[in-house]
Each structure stands twice: as structure tokens, then as C-alpha cells.
């Protein structure tokens, strides 16, 4: 019980420390010093002089996420009228796709949702204890609902945009989502980045809030993951 205060006891008072200096300095402090730049948004890597068709045997098959990967949350705090993005990330990523020709026909990924992490250890426990309830929604998943085509005939390192359709499942809800994913070969692993925009009452989810800056109502799942074949 005394560790639990003193961990309770050190969180609050690590926001109360960051929300006097918010206070003291501004919302642009805030969001140019205490937050800083965000991660970049996920992408794919291209190679332009690559080029060679990619023949279906090559991609067919079990695939896995593999080293390289991550998932978590992109969303826009508000401090004043000032808005500031903030990201958490995690490499701790599981997943599966099944490929037939050049049909992605089955694929479910899961992610452990208490391992995200931002910069900042006031927000990040909030979102797990209060807004996420990680002791009780430990991961989240998508399953893909239905097959998803090649826009074209695939070519090693050339850049394809699809859009795949499934259930996500997030602090214990489910709902059907739609996303719009960058797909690429390079012979021997597949890249995949994209993002899923939420509201987070469709989950259940109160907006967070560190009590001196409010959070928006919506904000984005993404994830870049790396697969290589099993």
C-alpha cells in the first residue's frame, strides 16, 4: 500500500509540476518544449529503381509482423486555443496475413495496448489507468473482414494504396472500421503503414485530459508494420 502512494503520490505530482510550468510559460512552451515535434506520421519505404513485376509465388502464402514494427495513437491536445499533436508508440506487435495470388485474404494483428508510450509519464499513465483501462483491455486487435485486391500488378519497391475493411477492437469494444493502407515489396519483407480514425466514445473511451489541457473528441490508430513470410 505505501509503494502504491508513493507511486500515486509522485504522478500527481509530476502533473502538477508540468501544469505550473504550462501556466507560468504558455501554451507554445508547452507544446515547442514540454511536448515537442511528434513522431512522423508512418510510411512506407519506395525504391523507384527497382520496378520488377512481382510474381504471385513470390508473395503467396503465411506472412508474420516481424522486427521494425509498431502501433499506437496520434491525437491533438488543446491548451489555449493552442493545438499541440502528440503521439505513443509500441513495438509490441503480433499479427498474421494470409495471401492467395494477389489477394490479401485473411489478417488479424494485436497490440499491447499497456505498453504505449509517449514522452510523458503523467499522460501515459492516465491513458492506461483511467482512459484505456489496460488492467482490463490489455490489447487491441483488427481482423480483417474481407479480402483485399492489389490495386494493380505489384512491382518490386513500388508504392500500392489499398483499402482494407475489418473490426477493430479497442478497451473491450468492437466496431467495423474501414482504412487506407501503403502497401510495398522489396523482394523479401512487406511494408505496411496506415492509420484508423476513432472517436473515442464509439469505444467507450472519456477523451483524456491532464486537467490543464483538454483533448479532442477523435484521433487516429496507426501502425507500420514489417512482415516477413513464416
Known amino acids: 500500500m ?6 500515486a503520490i509522485t504522478a500527481v505530482g509530476a ?9 507560468f510559460a504558455g501554451p507554445v512552451f508547452y507544446r515547442d518544449v514540454i511536448v515537442g515535434a511528434p513522431d512522423a ?6 525504391n523507384a529503381s527497382a520496378g520488377a513485376t512481382v510474381a504471385p509465388g513470390d508473395v503467396q502464402g503465411d506472412w508474420q509482423v516481424s522486427d521494425g514494427s509498431y502501433a499506437g495513437y496520434r491525437v491533438d491536445e488543446v491548451l489555449n486555443g493552442t493545438h499541440v499533436s502528440v503521439d505513443g508508440r509500441t513495438d509490441q506487435v ?31 499513465s492516465y491513458f492506461r489507468n483511467t482512459a484505456m483501462q489496460t488492467f482490463r483491455y490489455p490489447t487491441a486487435t483488427f481482423t480483417l473482414s474481407e479480402p483485399v485486391a492489389a490495386a494493380s500488378t505489384p512491382r518490386l519497391g513500388a508504392k500500392q494504396t489499398v483499402t482494407a475493411r475489418g473490426a477493430l477492437m479497442l478497451a473491450g469494444t468492437t ?6 493502407l501503403d502497401v510495398v515489396f522489396d523482394g523479401t519483407t512487406a511494408q505496411v503503414a496506415g ?22 473528441k477523435t484521433g487516429f490508430v496507426e501502425f507500420s508494420l514489417v512482415l516477413t513470410k513464416k
Open 195 to 216: 492509420s484508423i480514425p476513432i472517436t473515442f466514445a464509439d469505444y467507450g473511451v472519456e477523451a483524456p485530459s491532464l486537467g490543464f489541457v483538454t483533448v479532442e
Open 175 to 180: 466496431n467495423d472500421v474501414s482504412v487506407t
Open 2 to 7: 505505501r509503494k502504491r502512494a508513493v507511486v
Open 41 to 46: 506520421v508512418p510510411t512506407v519505404t519506395t
Open 94 to 124: 503480433t499479427g498474421e496475413v494470409t495471401v492467395d495470388g494477389e489477394t490479401v485474404t485473411a489478417a488479424t494483428f494485436t497490440v499491447d495496448v499497456a505498453s504505449i508510450a509517449t514522452d510523458q509519464g503523467s499522460r501515459d
Open 15 to 23: 502533473v502538477l509540476v508540468v501544469g505550473a510550468l504550462v501556466a
